[in-house]
């Protein structure tokens, strides 16, 4: 069994959880759970209510991430989680993370939603932090950024395992930012129009970004008043010397690239000109972490084998 290092992120991943609302975790714990078992439990009556214990085994490696999530799910079933590792952790696996007590029917109807969380999350703060890690490798200091591309219901899990992984959220929501897209130009009849209304309806409290296909259409964003400029699907080639063209007009505009961005590829979008770089594979695309809670009946808990595939 290997002890995992602590992984240095930009914030204190720690700290994160102050960020979640209790009463809105409160009520996706519910949810979860209620999903998982709306009716008869049965195999309550041959696990029993005696009390018991378990071990969360991490069998993969990347960063922990989503232990308010875990703890919030088995304190709604009056379990108590006791960690071994912060949140944030890189895992070497096979690693002891934390232990769990309480009635044995509690710890089995948690299981399976604390551990889908807990690797989702995981998952996606490995990819993150893969991420920056690449970009700064690069030698570049902008921002690394998920997108609005989650998955419904989950996205206070999948926005914090961006956080956790030392990337930031972008906007949590609609009203995070007004984001002018390529269907909006459509609909308000053009870029300086669409902008102009994004610009009367942000008024003083929030940003505009315009998304943009080409230089022309970046200019006449800017000169409306946008405050980001969104360079979508541009290749590498094309997108530093438009980035370049418009900070050279506009210094004070920030300048994001999206699409079509991998882990492979990042280092390709990195330049002194990008501020903010966004992916939607991060959460779309971030493989699950491996874990598994084991009951043991005596203190010493067997580690559990790793099946390579």
Same mark, same amino acid.
């Given at each position: ?29 519910? &949810?979860? /759970? ?5 009716? !008869? =439990?049965?195999? #309550?009556?041959? @696990? *029993?209510?005696?009390?018991?214990? +378990? ?50 029917? &509690?710890? /089995? ?5 604390? !551990? =889908?969380?807990? #690797?989702?999350? @995981? *998952?996606?703060?490995?990819?993150? +932090? ?63 129009? #669409? ?115």
């Amino acid at each position: 069994m290997h002890q995992p290092r602590r992984l240095q992120v930009t914030m204190d991943a720690e700290g994160l959880a102050l960020l979640l609302p209790p009463v809105t975790l409160a009520a996706l714990v519910d &949810s979860w /759970l209620r999903e998982d078992c709306p009716g !008869l =439990n049965y195999a #309550a009556l041959v @696990s *029993g209510a005696g009390p018991s214990q +378990a071990v969360l085994w991490a069998k993969s490696p990347g960063v922990l991430a989503g232990r308010p999530f875990f703890d919030a799910i088995f304190t709604q079933l009056n379990c108590k989680v006791s960690w071994f590792l912060p949140e944030g952790s890189k895992l070497v696996p096979v690693a002891r993370v934390a232990e769990v007590r309480g009635p044995a029917h &509690s710890l /089995l109807l948690g299981e399976r939603v604390a !551990l =889908n969380t807990l #690797a989702r999350c @995981s *998952g996606i703060a490995s990819a993150a +932090a893969a991420a920056v890690e690449a970009a700064r490798g690069a030698g570049w200091t902008g921002h690394v950024a998920g997108t609005r591309k989650t998955t419904p219901g989950f996205r206070l899990v999948e926005k914090y395992g961006l956080l956790v992984g030392g990337a930031a959220s972008h906007r949590y929501d609609l009203g995070g930012l007004v984001m002018v897209k390529d269907n909006h130009v459509v609909a308000a009849g053009g870029v300086e129009k #669409a902008v102009r209304a994004a610009r009367q309806a942000a008024d003083f409290a929030l940003k505009v970004e315009v998304e943009c296909s080409s230089l022309q259409e970046a200019v006449q964003a800017a000169e409306a008043g946008a405050d980001l400029v969104l360079l979508d699907n541009f290749k590498p080639k094309e997108l530093h010397p438009t980035a370049a063209a418009l900070k050279a007009q506009f210094p004070s505009v920030a300048v994001e690239a999206s699409g079509g961005i991998t882990l492979d590829n990042l280092p390709q979008f990195c330049g002194p000109h990008i501020d903010v770089i966004s992916m939607g594979m991060l959460t779309q695309a971030a493989p699950a972490l491996d874990f598994s809670l084991k009951l043991f009946a005596k203190e010493a808990a067997p580690v559990p084998k790793i099946h390579w595939s």
